[in-house]
Structures are given as structure tokens and as C-alpha cells.
């Protein structure tokens, strides 16, 4: 059932026991208000439910959990509110989509989370979640599984034919929309929460894209770890204040630019940031310059003029000082004799004398 991007006003009818074989609901972008009604969790064949863009409040019904066969749950820009239930895991083990972003949920994100290792899109960004982000993310394996067997994310329904799964994914502060390239999103978006920590820990994988722009808004966070990943972009200049740091690992990715300055960061081992080699600042020995990054330990990497501490210059203007003083002192003494008749005479029989003297003695 698609009716979404209508003009729908009013509550979501409770009567979906009547519709038991239901795979795919799509209510998105209408301007239903009210709960989400209980009976749509007697529907034990569903498995797409997008109920995005609307204003549903209150809390997700429990019914839900029934639901066993959900692949992709999206109640994004609603204003639901209550914890997240820890069923939205461990029920929904095979759940590929799960994006409940721009709401009030609060509370904590519970570890049953992580037991839906067939995550590929993870979008819980601008709600009041506090506490920590649980350690067991490492589980979602889906996310580092490229090289899908499937094509599109596909269901049926009914023998009627296919009904090809999308997603709506803010990357960059850009909304996107996937359909036929789906298989190969992957995301995860926490940011715009209370969420603090002690460590983060997310290294060898195959994460590619950039750092987030707000991750020090983590302010309490003590240890980073993405090194051995794909990671390119510059570091967040937020991170600047991240005063809790004493751990970070960023080596082994593809990142550039200056390292932003900070008691912390500068604080590091420059193996924290190794095998990145567009990175630039202190700790590292490399030089962020205007035009380009130099090497302390020696040579440019390009061919624009050092702007160091001028030694080079120092060196153009002894020869130029060096080629003017001959220059004076050759046509000193050249001009003087040619303009001087009594001076010429007085030089060729001083340079006689000379000569006759040294050729007695030797």
C-alpha cells in the first residue's frame, strides 16, 4: 500500500487486522497527526512501514514487536517521544533500515540494538538520546559487506510482482533518496543528541566517506579509535574541543588538510595520525603552508618557493652583494687609469718593478 506524498489529514485508522497480509505500508509525506495505531502490529507479514514527514506523536506501540519480518522502518520527522524499545533489535534481527531521526525519543540507546547485524542504515540524529554509545556497533557487520549478492533490496507481495525497497539518507546535511542503488548505502547518523562516552571505537573496517563535522560535540569522549578504515576529508575543526581526549588513532585512512590546533591534539604521538599522507601540522613533521605542504625531515613536494626561515634569500643576496663589489672595485681601479693619464704610467712601471723583483729572488 503507497499513499504516501499526499494531502492526508487526520489519524491513522486502527483497522489494519482486516489487511493480515500486508508486506509494505508507505503513509510518508501527509499530515497525519495522532499515535501510531496498535494493529498494525498484527500484521505478521510486514516488512517496509514509512511513516515519515508526518505529525505522529507519542511513543512506538509495542504491537510492533510482532512484526518479526520488518527489513526497513522509517519514522523519521514525526514528534514521537519515549525510549527506544529494546524489541526494535532483538525482534527485528533481519532490519536493513532503521531511520528515527528528527524526533523527541530520549533516554539511552539500548545494546539490544546491536543484535540486528543486518544493518546498513542507521539513523537515530536530532533527538534528546544521552548516555552511551554502546560498544556492540562493531556487530553491525552489514555495514563493512560491499559486494551484496542481491541487487536492490526487493520484496513481494501477494505473487503481483516486486516492490523495490527505498530510503530517504541525510549525507551532508543533503537529503537523498536510494532505490536502485540501495545495496550500496551505508550509514550511520547519531549525531544532533546528548550522547557522551568514554571511548569510540571503530577501527579496521571499510568506513569511506568523512569525519562528521559535529563529532566534538562529544565533548566527553577519552578515546577515538578509526584508524586501518577508508576515511577521507579533513578533520573537524570541532574537535578542537574535545578536552577529555587522551586516546586518538586516525592512521591508516585518507585524510588531508591541517590537523586543527589543540592542547590535545598536539599532544599526541604522531603515529596517531601515520599513513595519512595529505595531513599536515603538528604532531606531525610536516609543515602546513599556504600553497603546500613541506617535509621537515627534507624536500618539497612541489616546485613553489620555500617559505621557511629565509636562509634561501639570505644566500641570493650574498652573491648579489658578492657580483656588486667587483663590479666597483674592477671599474675602480680600471676606470681610474683610463681616465687618469699620470695614474696609468705610475701603474705599468710599479708593475715593472714588481716583476723585476721577483724574477731576481726566484
Partial sequence: MNLGANEFLGEIPDCWRSWKFLEAIKLSSNKFRGKIPPSLGALAFLQSLHLRNNNLSGEIPPSLANSTKMV????SRNNLEGSLPAWIGGGFSGMMILNLRDNKFHGQIPKE????????????????LTGEIPRCFNNFTAMVQMNDSEGVIQLSYNGTGPFFETAVVVIKGKLYEYGSILKFVRSIDLSMNKLVGKSLNLSDNSLTGDIPRDIGSMRSLESID??????????????????FLSFLNFSSNRLSGRIPSSTQLQSLN??????????CG???AKNCTRDRVTDESGGNGRDEPDEGDGSGSEFKWFYVSLALGF????????????LNKQWRYGYFHFVDLLWDKLCCRY
Avoid: Y
Fill in 270 to 279: 604522531s603515529s596517531s595520525f601515520a599513513g595519512n599522507k595529505d595531513l
Fill in 113 to 128: 540494538l546491536c543484535v540486528a547485524n543486518s544493518l546498513r542504515i542507521l539513523d537515530l540524529a536530532d533527538n534528546n
Fill in 72 to 75: 526497513a522502518l522509517d519514522f
Fill in 226 to 243: 578509526l584508524s586501518l578504515n577508508q576515511i577521507s576529508g579533513e578533520i573537524p575543526p570541532s574537535m578542537s574541543g574535545m578536552t
Fill in 282 to 284: 603538528l604532531p606531525l
Fill in 327 to 338: 663590479i666597483v672595485g674592477f671599474w675602480g681601479v680600471v676606470g681610474s687609469m683610463v
